[in-house]
């Protein structure tokens, strides 16, 4: 085929892709930022704190509509540990939240099918649970990090209140803060793994052809090794692993070792296992991955040889690229208005990246009689580092404030009798890198 033919069929594939998951992840957006309003952290808090089956559960329950993929769930997660959580609860929540969203469940059935909507949240919730109990089991002292000290927790509440992340949304509306968290921060944060996600997808669908891997691979649990080897050092979020989970149908993989991708692909990244034996310990570290390996095998064995495989067919995919089944599908004027708005959104969202960067670059140092420090920090990628950073070192008794500036990966302090080692040991225990003291 002439290389004009395949630039040409990528694009097909690529704006086929979108159009169908374009409307499902403007409703799950939707509902990521009603579940931002609807549950306060303190209620989160509330349920993750004992060492027991029922922590562990209710983390693992928690978790599975939350929209947070790998890089917002570590500092969330630690920052539960920080605060009270147990080993087995954190764990537990950071095995089954970025498995699963209200946005990737809407999109798994939108490309998928309903019974691959249906598995995917309860393996999440089992191996969430089965993670998180391990865990427990190994909760023995560790050489991990100190958590915070009993007055440093009561000065962030008595400074913060019950919700430190929000501070300045409580300015606003919860109607606000909903379609702004949804639709631009949200957004934000995966927008650049989403694109790449489809793309990767659509480069699959153009240069493996459709019998690959069975052609090639043959046997169904060689083909779930490969992919699982491939997806645990890889970072890709829940959303964007279920496109490139259904061109890997098409071409010819088992649907156990699709889920085997949508499983490991977001629950697992070298630097979420770098991290977490860093703050929470080698025992619990190795318990969080044997739960998410072992499982995805497990499951994958289950729904390739005990479940009728037309259960997980093509849905969406196959009405458009290939086959005609007379699936349902949505109206055009639908898909194209969706693919639109997302991309506008998408848009916006860089727009008001390159405005904020330019606001911080061109602000006047703020004058104050305390102590102040531009610190470099290494590792934050999402609005949830910052707010988990603003949290945890704005607690500290002898910060006034702390500030984060995310495009430049600086946090500006000021206070009374700063130690830098102190700080610098508080956002290692979160899972940052500490860059050292920047000349203002």
């Keep these: 085929m002439d290389i004009s033919l395949y630039i040409k069929q990528f694009f097909i594939d690529f704006i086929q892709i979108l159009n169908e998951m374009s409307p499902y992840l403007l409703l799950g957006f939707f509902f990521a930022g009603l579940l931002k309003v609807a549950i306060p952290q303190k209620f989160i808090d509330k349920y993750m704190g004992k060492k027991d089956g029922r922590s562990v559960l209710n983390a693992s329950l928690l978790g599975i509509p939350m929209p947070l993929c790998s890089c917002g769930v ?35 059935y939108s490309l998928l099918g309903l019974p691959f909507a249906i598995i995917r949240p309860v393996i999440a919730l089992i191996t969430g649970y089965v993670g998180g109990m391990l865990a427990n089991r190994y909760d023995k002292k560790e050489n991990g990090i100190e958590t915070l000290n009993e007055a440093e927790i009561e000065s962030c509440k008595s400074e913060c209140g019950d919700n430190c992340d929000v501070k300045s949304e409580k300015q606003h509306s919860k109607l606000y803060t909903m379609f702004k968290y949804a639709f631009v921060d949200f957004l934000q944060d995966i927008s650049k793994w989403l694109v790449i996600g489809l793309l990767l997808a659509a480069l699959i669908s153009v240069a493996l052809p459709d019998d690959f891997f069975a052609s090639y691979i043959g046997n169904d649990l060689i083909g779930m090794l490969v992919i699982l080897v491939a997806s645990v050092p890889l970072y890709i979020c829940a959303t964007s692993s279920v496109p490139v989970a259904a061109v890997l149908l098409m071409k010819g993989v088992s649907p156990g070792a699709a889920l085997v991708f949508l499983m490991a692909g977001p629950a697992t990244n070298a630097a979420t296992i770098t991290v977490l034996n860093k703050v929470l310990g080698k025992k619990t570290t190795f318990a969080y991955l044997i739960s998410i390996i072992l499982g995805a095998l497990v499951f994958g064995l289950l729904i390739d040889y005990s479940l009728p495989r037309e259960w997980f067919t093509l849905k969406g995919l196959h009405a458009h690229m290939g086959s005609h089944d007379g699936h349902f599908s949505l109206p055009l004027w639908l898909q194209w208005g969706s693919s639109i708005s997302l991309t506008l959104l998408i848009i916006n969202g860089y727009i008001q990246k390159e405005i904020q960067k330019r606001k911080n670059q061109n602000s006047a140092p703020v004058k104050t009689e305390h102590e102040a420090y531009l610190i470099s920090v290494l590792g934050m990628s999402c609005n949830h580092c910052k707010n988990s950073v603003e949290k945890h070192i704005g607690a500290l008794s002898n910060i006034n404030n702390a500030e984060v500036n995310l495009e430049q990966k600086r946090l500006k302090l000021s206070g009374k009798n700063i130690k830098l080692k102190l700080i610098q040991k508080e956002l290692e225990s979160l899972g940052f890198e500490y860059g050292g003291e920047i000349n203002q």
């Design 74 to 108: 570590i500092p969330t997660g630690i920052s539960f540990y920080k605060s009270g959580a147990s080993k087995g609860s954190s764990v537990s929540f950071l095995i089954s939240t970025p498995q699963t969203g209200v946005d990737s469940i809407l999109v798994t």
